[in-house]
């Protein structure tokens, strides 16, 4: 009977120490596991982000910043031109190399808009030949796995002027060698731009 | 000794009962949590391709703005050349981009003027309407209206200064542009509105949006300054050219005036993968 009870007890402490051991882990597992546990970002932070990104792009497009932005060439090279005051050179395959835009406050307000540690990239899309082409403005990087994207589409007509400052009055319709093309040279529509602003 | 025996047995029996009760939780807890985090997926991406409303206003209104530019001598012409701009050029361009951002399908099912508008414009290089001062309408009885789309552009090696006074029937807020010197001067916005290089002698000033094209970093702020309805008011031996629009029907005596579409109303169809709209009229100032 003596050694029936110490074998009760020997299992009694053994199933306690297992109850203990499992409040513990389960107490851990609860605090670990969160919605962002396997690095996904938040359905609501990504669709907060991505509001944050379509207001920046609504906003500026208001103030005309987007078709400013947009219309900044270099009709001589079919490239987008230099800004020496902000963005810097401009590089067929990176975008401007200062990482900012030829137009004052778009870059502030996305620098303002988003916690430090969100990058972003902008990219122009638009009709060439029926093909869609893709030019890079501004190029930070390969965007993660948890990419947002918001985007704007702007109008352009052959009768804009190009915003860059070595071009005084010429209009897109006149513009030598654009980087956009006239995708309606019979129509005083000029090309449809989507501004792809691309967040991670 | 038996009873002993029973009571410690029932007390293994009871924290047996526990533990399964609490591995059970534990593996439902787990479960639950892992549904939750894989339907986060890692990859998924929150995107939007398709236009918003607002978006078709704007493209439709830029060609509204283009053929005002153009410059028909009824409203009824223009109204007529931008239905032929929808139908041969804009919605299909405007379709395609929403197609292949989001799959979506737009028809722009009507289009028609609305508010009538005047624009006004210098086109040769000289004086501001012969040095001024002129008002866009009468100061007595004062008369007020809407305007949109001041765009100047001045010359500056002829040097001087240009003074737009913007003025509704309470206040007034003024813009001084002084050119010479190689360089122009606005007498608003931050140290990139001073010393603005000419480029071929001239610096466009986007005076609505409170932009400099010949300077990027260059922003000031006007219309934002006050409240419309608004009188214009010119003054000053600078030289350049300009145009602005309005929605009078008519303004004083001034260097060249247009009949323009200041507003118009248009109605489309939006079929999404989610959503399918059909709207009721939109209607879109063209200079706001």
């Not at chain 2, 931008?82 to 197609?99: C, F, K, S, W, Y």
């Amino acid at each position: 009977m003596a050694d029936d009870r110490g074998q009760a007890y020997t299992l009694e402490a053994l199933i306690a120490a297992i109850l203990l051991l499992t409040a513990v882990l389960f107490a851990l597992q609860s605090v670990v596991i969160t919605p962002t546990s396997s690095g996904a970002v938040d359905r609501d932070v990504q669709a907060q982000l991505h509001q944050q990104a379509s207001d920046a792009l609504a906003t500026a497009d208001e103030q005309g910043e987007l078709s400013q932005m947009i219309r900044y060439w270099d009709c001589s090279d079919g490239t987008f031109a230099d800004d020496p005051n902000q963005a810097g050179v401009f590089v067929e395959t990176q975008g401007y190399t200062n990482n900012s835009v030829p137009v004052s406050h778009l870059g502030e307000t996305l620098n303002r808009s988003f916690r430090s540690g969100t990058r972003y990239n902008i990219q122009l899309v638009y009709a060439n030949d029926s093909r869609q082409n893709m030019t890079r403005i501004i190029q930070r990087g390969s965007p993660g796995d948890e990419v947002v994207t918001a985007s704007y589409t702007v109008t352009l007509t052959d009768g804009q002027a190009v915003t860059n400052r070595s071009i005084a009055s010429e209009t897109l319709g006149g513009c030598g060698t654009p980087p956009i093309p006239d995708e309606h040279p019979s129509s005083s529509l000029y090309n449809v731009v989507e501004v792809r602003l691309v967040l991670w | 000794m038996v009873s002993d025996d029973r009571g410690q047995l029932i007390l293994v029996g009871a924290v047996t009962i526990a533990l399964i009760i609490l591995g059970l939780v534990l593996v439902i807890n787990t479960a639950l949590f892992t549904q939750v985090v894989g339907s986060e997926g890692t990859t998924e991406n929150v995107k939007e391709g398709g236009l918003s409303v607002g978006q078709i206003g704007d493209g439709i209104g830029t060609v509204v703005a283009e053929e005002n530019r153009v410059g028909y001598p009824t409203r009824s012409a223009i109204e007529t050349e931008v239905q032929n701009e929808i139908d041969a050029a804009v919605e299909g361009a405007l379709r395609n981009r929403t197609v292949e951002g989001s799959g979506a399908f737009i028809e722009i099912r009507s289009f028609s003027r609305d508010e009538p508008g005047t624009r006004v414009y210098q086109s040769s290089s000289g004086p501001f309407e012969s040095g001024g001062p002129w008002t866009m309408f009468s100061t007595s009885p004062p008369v007020f209206h809407d305007i949109g789309g001041l765009f100047v552009t001045v010359d500056e090696p002829a040097g001087g200064t240009l003074d737009l006074e913007l003025s509704n029937a309470t206040t007034s807020e003024s813009l001084t542009i002084s050119t010479g010197g190689g360089t122009v001067d606005l007498s608003r916005g931050g140290p990139g509105c001073q010393g603005i290089p000419a480029t071929d002698g001239t610096v466009r000033i986007d005076v609505s949006n409170g932009r400099a094209y010949e300077n990027s970093t260059c922003t000031f702020s006007l219309f934002e300054e006050i409240d419309g309805p608004y009188n214009l008011e010119f003054s000053g031996s600078a030289e350049g050219t300009y145009t602005v629009a309005t929605d009078a029907p008519s303004v004083a005596v001034a260097s060249s005036t247009d009949p323009i579409i200041w507003s118009f109303e248009y109605e489309y169809l939006y079929d999404g993968p989610e959503v399918t709209v059909e709207s009721d009229g939109h209607e879109v100032d063209v200079y706001d």
